[in-house]
């Protein structure tokens, strides 16, 4: 059985995103390599309308993002809608991870505390080492992409 | 939102625009009237229902840009420009996030959904089927003439046509109801079942919907 078959099933079996420390570990592969898995994976997955995503630490299998209209209509759901203040703080986050909550109400000029605590009560974001803030899968899968790099002039 | 536009003698248009035309030095805050600007945007809180961190972010731009004037006004050289860079920059920043954050809010319509371990029921699937509702009726109209013949039920006819009616009146004043709570209504055991027994017939001829896809079994 090749790898691209076990991350699959490993992650097909899982509803929640899986530590990406343990597929390493289980496979014996370095990052590099699983990133390529990763990558050629999502080439098989995207005819069947799955891709995988991951935000560095953990790793998810979901639907791509042309069928969120279809879900949300079969399961008559809704996508998260957030507050524009929560979704500037989102912003500084997502483009400056990680940063510490100082820095993101200089930016801002105002207190982030209330934007804070409703990221992290949806998971959108965690809390890593100094205080400092980075995002998770949820984010991701919240803007519908696969990996970080996919945002936007992230370094500018 | 609605965007906070400016009515002010030398600028027409949203407060965004000023603020990076002060930004940009392609406009003098001293040809600004702060006052005028505070005015306005009193009247348009007045009028939109704005998050109170918005709100705060005003304040904090209108203090530096205050500061900022005053500082011009009376000829205060700052002993570093410290204070007018940082206006500039974060104007620039502020507006740039504002700029990300409409890029996210319109990926977000957009999202990755993953497995959830146990899908929701489709709202649109019947836990009962038609046939499966046929089955049901037949077996209890089957139990039903089974049940001995009490001397109420067998020499009144009459008494059952008139708890169906009564039944039937009852839910038709309601928009929704629950099973158990009608059938609490029966004072005795062939009531309920009539009750049962006409409930069925009503979902089956579509005169009433099942909304709680659960009583059928919890009844049953």
Redesign the interface.
């Given at each position: 059985m090749d790898h691209q078959a076990k991350l699959v099933s490993l992650l097909f079996y899982s509803a929640e995103p899986i530590i990406t420390a343990q597929i390493l570990k289980t496979f014996g592969i370095d990052k590099t390599e699983l990133k390529k898995l990763q990558h050629s994976a999502n080439k098989s997955l995207k005819t069947v309308g799955l891709i995988i995503i991951t935000d560095g630490d953990t790793m998810q299998l979901t639907i791509e993002s042309g069928y969120s209209s279809l879900i949300e209509e079969f399961y008559d759901t809704t996508p998260e809608v957030l507050s524009q203040p929560a979704l500037e703080v989102l912003s500084i986050i997502a483009y400056k991870q990680p940063i510490g909550k100082d820095d993101i109400d200089e930016i801002r000029g105002v207190s982030s505390e209330q934007s804070l605590r409703n990221l992290l009560n949806k998971a959108l974001i965690k809390k890593v080492t100094q205080a400092k803030f980075v995002t998770t899968a949820e984010f991701m899968k919240l803007v519908g992409i696969s990996s970080l790099d996919q945002l936007q002039d992230k370094n500018e | 939102?609605v965007a906070f536009v400016l009515e002010l003698e030398n600028f027409q248009g949203p407060f965004d625009v000023l603020l990076e035309l002060l930004g940009k030095r392609q406009l003098n805050i001293t040809d600004v009237s702060l006052a005028e600007v505070t005015s306005e945007y009193l009247e348009y809180i007045a009028k939109i229902d704005l998050?109170i961190?918005?709100m705060?972010?005003f304040l904090?731009?209108a203090a530096k840009l205050a500061l900022d004037k005053s500082q011009l006004i009376l000829r205060i050289v700052p002993e570093d420009d410290e204070m007018e860079i940082n206006i500039a920059e974060?104007l620039k920043?502020?507006q740039?996030?504002?700029y990300?954050?409409l890029?996210?809010?319109a990926?977000?319509?957009?999202?990755?959904?993953?497995?959830?371990?146990r899908?929701?029921k489709?709202?649109r699937t019947l836990l009962v089927s038609r046939s499966e509702l046929d089955v049901i009726f037949k077996s209890l109209m089957n139990y039903y003439q089974k049940l001995p013949k009490t001397k109420n039920i067998k020499s009144n006819k009459l008494a059952i046509d008139s708890f169906k009616r009564r039944f039937y009146n009852h839910i038709s004043n309601m928009q929704e109801f629950s099973a158990q709570g009608v059938m609490a209504k029966s004072s005795t055991r062939p009531e309920a079942i009539v009750y049962f027994l006409t409930l069925l017939e009503l979902l089956k001829q579509g005169r009433v919907s099942n909304s709680n896809q659960k009583f059928l079994l919890e009844v049953v």
């Amino acid at each position: 059985m090749d790898h691209q078959a076990k991350l699959v099933s490993l992650l097909f079996y899982s509803a929640e995103p899986i530590i990406t420390a343990q597929i390493l570990k289980t496979f014996g592969i370095d990052k590099t390599e699983l990133k390529k898995l990763q990558h050629s994976a999502n080439k098989s997955l995207k005819t069947v309308g799955l891709i995988i995503i991951t935000d560095g630490d953990t790793m998810q299998l979901t639907i791509e993002s042309g069928y969120s209209s279809l879900i949300e209509e079969f399961y008559d759901t809704t996508p998260e809608v957030l507050s524009q203040p929560a979704l500037e703080v989102l912003s500084i986050i997502a483009y400056k991870q990680p940063i510490g909550k100082d820095d993101i109400d200089e930016i801002r000029g105002v207190s982030s505390e209330q934007s804070l605590r409703n990221l992290l009560n949806k998971a959108l974001i965690k809390k890593v080492t100094q205080a400092k803030f980075v995002t998770t899968a949820e984010f991701m899968k919240l803007v519908g992409i696969s990996s970080l790099d996919q945002l936007q002039d992230k370094n500018e | 939102m609605v965007a906070f536009v400016l009515e002010l003698e030398n600028f027409q248009g949203p407060f965004d625009v000023l603020l990076e035309l002060l930004g940009k030095r392609q406009l003098n805050i001293t040809d600004v009237s702060l006052a005028e600007v505070t005015s306005e945007y009193l009247e348009y809180i007045a009028k939109i229902d704005l998050p109170i961190e918005d709100m705060n972010w005003f304040l904090f731009v209108a203090a530096k840009l205050a500061l900022d004037k005053s500082q011009l006004i009376l000829r205060i050289v700052p002993e570093d420009d410290e204070m007018e860079i940082n206006i500039a920059e974060s104007l620039k920043s502020y507006q740039q996030i504002k700029y990300l954050a409409l890029g996210l809010s319109a990926r977000s319509k957009k999202p990755l959904y993953s497995s959830i371990g146990r899908a929701p029921k489709h709202n649109r699937t019947l836990l009962v089927s038609r046939s499966e509702l046929d089955v049901i009726f037949k077996s209890l109209m089957n139990y039903y003439q089974k049940l001995p013949k009490t001397k109420n039920i067998k020499s009144n006819k009459l008494a059952i046509d008139s708890f169906k009616r009564r039944f039937y009146n009852h839910i038709s004043n309601m928009q929704e109801f629950s099973a158990q709570g009608v059938m609490a209504k029966s004072s005795t055991r062939p009531e309920a079942i009539v009750y049962f027994l006409t409930l069925l017939e009503l979902l089956k001829q579509g005169r009433v919907s099942n909304s709680n896809q659960k009583f059928l079994l919890e009844v049953v």
